[in-house]
T-cell receptor, first 112, second 114 residues
Framework: GENVEQHPSTLSVQEGDSAVIKCTYSDSASNYFPWYKQELGKGPQLIIDIRSNVGEKKDQRIAVTLNKTAKHFSLHITETQPEDSAVYFC???????????FGTGTRLKVLA | SAVISQKPSRDICQRGTSLTIQCQVD?????MFWYRQQPGQSLTLIATANQGSEATYESGFVIDKFPISRPNLTFSTLTVSNMSPEDSSIYLC???????????FGAGSRLTVL
């Protein structure tokens, strides 16, 4: 079955710097890759996603890149702010199943 | 946007007891799921809640331990039966809203079993 690895497990950056979180997946049939942000005491919230027919997607300060050949995808956050501090999860799924396999999470701390 | 309400938000339970968690959505839903998030861990799918029929469980999860009901499109319950400290987790209801094709999560129910 699908396995998703996520690195790093923790990441501290200075406010204004960029943060990059990387995930790899094992099932080449996976074609949908969402990223979720989980703040303390809350459920995960979708922040951006990418499908396998696209190599890159950007939404303001957040971008995701996908390398299907290497089976890895990354989340890029630019100009980080203290409110970006949270746990970020990547996930992979096959189209239409909604059975997401989640990575182990990255705790991002943005230092003011 | 849709509101997914989970009750209770948190509870402390005694070993051997059972607890039922409710999930109510204020919009039309096509699919509902239950996830478990153990302390400091990732999210693991427990089961798909099927309307009017038995839930579909993932490997490692069984109906006797995690009975699930979904009497209508927008409401589901998850029971954690005969709890042990290892069941201490956050249990999350997640849905696919009608007209959408992404998974949306509730705030979760944090269970502590003593």
């Amino acid at each position: 079955g699908e396995n998703v690895e996520q690195h790093p497990s923790t990441l501290s950056v200075q406010e204004g710097d960029s943060a990059v979180i990387k995930c790899t997946y094992s099932d080449s049939a996976s074609n949908y890759f969402p990223w979720y942000k989980q703040e303390l005491g809350k459920g995960p919230q979708l922040i951006i996603d990418i499908r396998s027919n696209v190599g890159e997607k950007k939404d303001q300060r957040i971008a995701v890149t996908l390398n299907k050949t290497a089976k890895h995808f990354s989340l890029h956050i630019t100009e980080t702010q203290p409110e970006d501090s949270a746990v970020y999860f990547c996930a992979a799924s096959k189209g239409g199943t909604y059975k997401y396999i989640f990575g182990t999470g990255t705790r991002l701390k943005v230092l003011a | 946007s849709a509101v997914i309400s989970q009750k209770p938000s948190r509870d402390i339970c005694q070993r051997g007891t059972s607890l039922t968690i409710q999930c109510q959505v204020d919009s039309q839903v096509t699919m509902m799921f239950w996830y478990r998030q153990q302390p400091g861990q990732s999210l693991t799918l427990i089961a798909t809640a099927n309307q009017g029929s038995e839930a579909t469980y993932e490997s490692g999860f069984v109906i006797d331990k995690f009975p699930i009901s979904r009497p209508n499109l927008t409401f589901s319950t998850l029971t954690v039966s005969n709890m042990s400290p290892e069941d201490s987790s956050i249990y999350l209801c997640s849905v696919v809203l009608s007209g959408a094709n992404v998974l949306t999560f509730g705030a979760g129910s944090r269970l502590t079993v003593l």
